[in-house]
């Protein structure tokens, strides 16, 4: 199979995976539509939101789970191959963009889905599960520090972005990492309104009522 079959192929079948969301798991359980309500988006920090951190951490699992288990399948394939080192590398980015692409615009939700930041978390652990440590401690840490999601969201995509241009030879995993960092930040644009109108939720408000609606 040559290069342009493997992104053919790649392009859609990422497509496909991505637009599976955890959340339909979530509604079919808690019989909420968490796309249809709080911030109206069907990611794993909405469902928190709406039906509080275990249905949020459902879908972050699945969500994680889809864009790692996808990366992790496609390694094993290209072990066999005879491509070159940087081309599968520049081939798992290319399908890890594609999952982040179906589950931000997924056909079915009228292209309106989530925001990706799960299937990203799971897509760089399987690229490199210190690139993954590395971001996800940054979002963790970020996000408490500031007590905004977005914060942390973006320097998540900081760490994409930082490991290709330092690891990774050509430009190819690089030019991805970078259209990802600006699609996230295209996707949250409303997010970045409501922390500049003071209505954004704080990280540590959704937990308290949660915790307290729970008690």
């Given at each position: ?41 069907s990611g794993a920090s909405n469902a928190t939101i709406v039906l ?163 008690s």
């Amino acid at each position: 199979m040559n290069i342009t079959m493997w992104i053919i192929m790649l392009l859609l079948s990422g497509y496909l995976i991505g637009s599976f969301h955890g959340s339909f798991i979530a509604q079919w359980l808690s019989g909420v539509k968490v796309k249809e309500q709080g911030l109206k988006n069907s990611g794993a920090s909405n469902a928190t939101i709406v039906l509080g951190w275990k249905y949020g951490s459902l879908v972050a699992l699945i969500d994680i789970g889809k864009g790692l288990i996808a990366v992790l399948l496609l390694q094993y394939i290209l072990h066999s191959t005879s491509l070159t080192f940087e081309s599968k590398f520049s081939l798992l980015f290319l399908l890890g963009a594609a999952v982040i692409i179906g589950h931000n615009y997924p056909l079915w939700m009228k292209f309106d889905g989530g925001k990706g930041t799960a299937s990203l978390i799971g897509i760089m652990f399987a690229i490199d599960w210190r690139m993954g440590m590395v971001g996800f401690a940054l979002l963790i840490f970020v996000t408490l520090i500031t007590d905004y999601l977005l914060v942390g969201v973006l320097f998540l995509y900081l760490t994409l972005c930082g490991y290709t241009f330092w690891f990774t030879e050509g430009y190819w995993s690089s030019l991805i990492a970078i259209i990802l960092f600006l699609l996230a930040i295209w996707k949250h644009t409303e997010n970045v309104l409501r922390i500049k109108n003071g209505t954004e939720p704080l990280v540590s408000s959704v937990l308290k009522k949660k915790k307290m609606t729970s008690s």
